[in-house]
């Protein structure tokens, strides 16, 4: 999230991706951020008809894991440097707190409920609160031996406990293995994905997961695939349900990450150069989303449209949504939001290390000859 819900190079040009740019995971993200656009619009439609609920429990299945694993993919450069904090500091944590406000001013004015402090991340701003947790891992996932089973003990282990509301602890706990499998990710596994025989298996993959959420769908509970309650706090078993439960999913929803990978062109297609601009299509849709509930939309497709027209209307608009967020002019309205200008709010890293500088001056300059 550079981040899975990356910002452009350049939000005043609409500049095609530069050569260094891996058109697979470009196209991987737009694909991915349309699946989140659609599950947020048909969600309030999920009662209507089977159909609207199979797919819902379908895309979340996978949609936020795999923007996760790419998500550490494309952070194994974070050092914990003065430029990558910088750099953290305003494309994650200043937009959160923007976001914050703005979808709690959004709550307040739809009537809905709103957490006790900005540190109890509201609707989607879970994933920047999770990224910057992340984030600042980085350094240690890549200084122990075998982070990959250790990320999945851990995250097996905190099911265990309750972990409360802030910052989402639960869902960065639960889906952390997916961060850290992106990490240790190398470009030869991504090419192991174009091979003939997995392309046919990931198509196996998702058909057998749709035909999965169909056929069972009645029987499952979306908590285990919003990640956002360890088994303690759904007052559930740790054996014999609760642990293989979360275990299952998390097999399922890398299964189907690969599966979208290998399935994902890996060409330059015409949403390539999109893939750059997946935060303001992350961060802005849920606007729309809120304000279309507000103005009836939902009320209003279902009785005059019939519901399954509904919902492939309703799919339709929040794909050309999608698109929409992504034009230069709507970059232009809501850079100050989405990308902000908070320089002002840092320290001269210049000067932040002048004083550490002036107290090893003595030490480096030696011993204090005798007599003095």
Same mark, same amino acid.
């Given at each position: 999230?550079?981040?899975?819900?990356?910002?452009?190079?350049?939000?005043?040009?609409?500049?095609?991706?530069?050569?260094?740019?891996?058109?697979?995971?470009?196209?991987?993200?737009?694909?991915?951020?349309?699946?989140?656009?659609?599950?947020?619009?048909?969600?309030?439609?999920?009662?209507?008809?089977?159909?609207?609920?199979?797919?819902?429990?379908?895309?979340?299945?996978?949609?936020?894991?795999?923007?996760?694993?790419?998500?550490?993919?494309?952070?194994?450069?974070?050092?914990?440097?003065?430029?990558?904090?910088?750099?953290?500091?305003?494309?994650?944590?200043?937009?959160?707190?923007?976001?914050?406000?703005?979808?709690?001013?959004?709550?307040?004015?739809?009537?809905?409920?709103?957490?006790?402090?900005?540190?109890?991340?509201?609707?989607?701003?879970?994933?920047?609160?999770?990224?910057?947790?992340?984030?600042? &891992?980085?350094?240690?996932?890549?200084?122990?031996? %075998?982070?990959? /089973?250790?990320?999945?003990? +851990?995250? !097996? #282990?905190? =099911?265990?406990?309750?972990?409360?509301?802030?910052?989402?602890?639960?869902?960065?706990?639960?889906?952390?293995?997916?961060?850290?499998?992106?990490?240790?990710?190398?470009?030869?596994?991504?090419?192991?994905?174009?091979?003939?025989?997995?392309?046919?298996?990931?198509?196996?993959?998702?058909?057998?997961?749709?035909?999965?959420?169909?056929?069972?769908?009645?029987?499952?509970?979306?908590?285990?695939?919003?990640?956002?309650?360890?088994?303690?706090?759904?007052?559930?078993?740790?054996?014999?349900?609760?642990?293989?439960?979360?275990?299952?999913?998390?097999?399922?929803?890398?299964?189907?990450?690969?599966?979208?990978?290998?399935? &994902?062109?890996?060409?330059?297609?015409?949403?390539? %150069?999109?893939? /750059?601009?997946?935060?303001? +299509?992350? !961060? #802005?849709? =849920?606007?729309?989303?809120?304000?279309?509930?507000?103005?009836?939309?939902?009320?209003?497709?279902?009785?005059?449209?019939?519901?399954?027209?509904?919902?492939?209307?309703?799919?339709?608009?929040?794909?050309?949504?999608?698109?929409?967020?992504?034009?230069?002019?709507?970059?232009?309205?809501?850079?100050?939001?989405?990308?902000?200008?908070?320089?002002?709010?840092?320290?001269?890293?210049?000067?932040?290390?002048?004083?550490?500088?002036?107290?090893?001056?003595?030490?480096?300059?030696?011993?204090?000859?005798?007599?003095?």
């Amino acid at each position: 999230m550079a981040t899975t819900i990356d910002r452009p190079h350049d939000v005043r040009a609409d500049r095609a991706p530069g050569p260094q740019r891996d058109a697979l995971l470009d196209n991987a993200k737009f694909l991915l951020i349309v699946l989140v656009v659609v599950g947020h619009a048909i969600e309030p439609m999920t009662d209507d008809t089977r159909l609207a609920d199979a797919l819902y429990y379908w895309v979340y299945l996978f949609h936020m894991p795999a923007f996760v694993l790419i998500s550490g993919y494309l952070s194994k450069s974070f050092d914990a440097s003065g430029r990558r904090i910088d750099k953290l500091l305003t494309t994650v944590a200043a937009p959160y707190l923007l976001f914050w406000g703005l979808y709690a001013l959004v709550s307040l004015s739809t009537g809905r409920d709103l957490p006790d402090s900005p540190l109890e991340p509201l609707w989607l701003t879970w994933f920047l609160a999770a990224l910057f947790v992340w984030r600042m &891992t980085v350094p240690l996932w890549n200084r122990i031996r %075998r982070p990959f /089973a250790v990320s999945v003990a +851990v995250s !097996l #282990l905190g =099911g265990a406990v309750t972990t409360g509301d802030v910052l989402d602890v639960s869902r960065i706990v639960s889906l952390l293995p997916f961060f850290v499998a992106g990490l240790v990710l190398q470009p030869h596994h991504l090419d192991l994905l174009k091979q003939t025989w997995v392309r046919v298996w990931s198509a196996g993959v998702v058909t057998v997961t749709a035909a999965m959420c169909w056929i069972h769908l009645e029987t499952l509970s979306r908590e285990w695939v919003y990640w956002r309650q360890s088994i303690v706090d759904r007052d559930m078993e740790f054996l014999p349900v609760g642990l293989p439960g979360r275990l299952m999913f998390m097999v399922l929803a890398f299964a189907l990450t690969a599966a979208v990978l290998s399935l &994902t062109p890996r060409r330059t297609t015409h949403f390539t %150069r999109l893939g /750059a601009l997946t935060m303001y +299509v992350f !961060l #802005l849709h =849920g606007l729309l989303v809120r304000g279309a509930d507000a103005l009836g939309w939902y009320d209003f497709a279902g009785p005059a449209l019939g519901d399954y027209a509904a919902l492939g209307i309703t799919a339709l608009l929040a794909v050309a949504a999608s698109y929409l967020l992504c034009t230069p002019w709507v970059r232009r309205a809501t850079a100050w939001a989405v990308e902000p200008r908070v320089r002002w709010a840092l320290r001269d890293r210049g000067a932040a290390s002048a004083p550490a500088a002036a107290t090893a001056a003595p030490a480096e300059a030696g011993p204090v000859p005798a007599g003095r």
